[in-house]
Nanobody
Framework: QVQLVESGGGLVQPGGSLRLSCAASGSWFGSYVMGWYRQAPGTQRDLVATLTSFGRIVYADSVKGRFTISRDNTKNTWDLQMNNLKPEDTAVYYC???????????WGRGTQVAVSS
């Protein structure tokens, strides 16, 4: 059983930065996809960035050039560095892990990010 816990959310002014972290407990084998999604009130949960075990990275167009996803394989953690934040980045951010061989997905509980002056 894998559990994910996010940290690092908060309130920041437009143009500011935040770094989110996701810590995974448990173990797994095979290829996987780590990711971050976000959900603003009244909207669906959308992809922000994903990173595969092969090193392939995908970003939503709205965050390209501002957000960076990275991982630490030794600690089973992955981060989302968010720079030049905008009010439209306000949302609950969820970390996600998909295990390809097992076809299983796990979600964290989410961490709130608010961008406001």
């Amino acid at each position: 059983q894998v559990q994910l816990v996010e940290s690092g959310g908060g309130l920041v002014q437009p143009g500011g930065s935040l770094r989110l972290s996701c810590a995974a407990s448990g173990s797994w084998f095979g290829s996987y996809v780590m990711g971050w999604y976000r959900q603003a009130p009244g909207t669906q949960r959308d992809l922000v960035a994903t990173l595969t075990s092969f090193g392939r990275i995908v970003y939503a167009d709205s965050v390209k050039g501002r957000f960076t996803i990275s991982r630490d394989n030794t600690k089973n953690t992955w981060d989302l560095q968010m720079n030049n934040l905008k009010p439209e980045d306000t949302a609950v951010y969820y970390c996600h892990l998909h295990l390809d061989f097992q076809n299983l997905s796990y979600w964290g509980r989410g961490t709130q990010v608010a961008v406001s002056s």
